[in-house]
């Protein structure tokens, strides 16, 4: 499978009068775990679909290796390498394994043996 780094900068994000991610800066590599934790509103589940490519943030400078760029023009590539499943199973019943199973098997990818 291809390594793949991927850094964030400059990430901002407002829902309506509210500022949710402000000026947020990170990277995403293979290989590596990464705890985000926070309470609830605090803009956890917004990262995340930004991340996946599932919501546009207000700014945001991406690299994924190849160039600098922006959000719009490198969603697709997000997409491709990240799985965004919901805490609450909107089309599958089953386990969090049962469902990043099925969603590795659509890729084409190794399934999970075991979760720890």
């Given amino acids: 499978m291809k390594s793949i780094n991927i850094r964030f900068s400059h990430v901002h994000k407002r829902l309506g009068r509210k500022t949710i991610l402000r000026d947020e800066c990170f990277a995403i590599r293979s290989g590596e775990l990464t705890l985000l934790c926070g309470k609830n509103g605090t803009g956890k589940t917004t990262l995340l679909r930004i991340i996946a490519g599932l919501e546009k943030p207000d700014i945001a400078t991406i690299d ?5 760029t922006s959000w719009r023009r490198c969603r697709k590539q997000l997409r491709s390498y990240s799985v965004y499943l919901h805490q609450h199973a909107y089309m599958l019943d089953g386990s969090v394994k049962d469902n990043l199973n099925y969603t590795l098997s659509q890729r084409k990818l190794t399934k999970m043996k075991k979760i720890t």
Wanted: without cysteine.
């Fill in 64 to 68: 994924i290796g190849n160039a600098i």
